[in-house]
């Protein structure tokens, strides 16, 4: 003859109680009332880097991260340089314009020779 009853503290908690006769064979091991702590399986390795566990797939994300982060920085090359026109030291305004707009007719002489 056996008896099972659950009696609950809380409503997270619930203890459940098992009763056996000693008399009746049972082919059923009798229980242990040994309380069992659940343990939950890790799937993944764990590697202590400065004396804290870390998961394998962080380092593998941390890995890939930096790899793809670089590659990028690498081959997105510098930035533009911008070329400074030195500073025109001309005595007059007029001056300034006259030596201004001949180096734009430079410019536009030597882009039309290229074309």
């Not at 082919?27 to 764990?46: G, N």
């Not at 026109?85 to 201004?100: L, V």
Request: hydrophobic fraction near 35%; charge should be neutral; aromatic fraction near 6%.
């Amino acid at each position: 003859m056996s008896t099972i009853s659950a009696a609950s503290s809380t409503p997270t908690q619930v203890a459940i109680t098992t009763l056996v006769d000693s008399t009746t064979p049972s082919s059923e091991p009798i229980p242990s009332f040994r309380t069992q702590s659940l343990t939950t399986a890790k799937m993944v390795a764990m590697y202590t880097v400065f004396g804290r566990q870390v998961g394998s797939h962080y380092l593998a994300m941390g890995v890939l991260g930096a790899l793809f982060s670089g590659t990028y920085l690498a081959l997105s090359g510098g930035s533009k340089k911008t070329t400074q026109i030195p500073p025109i030291n001309a005595s007059t305004p007029d001056e300034a314009d006259f030596i201004q707009n001949f180096l734009k007719q430079a410019d536009a002489d030597e882009k039309k020779a290229k074309h």
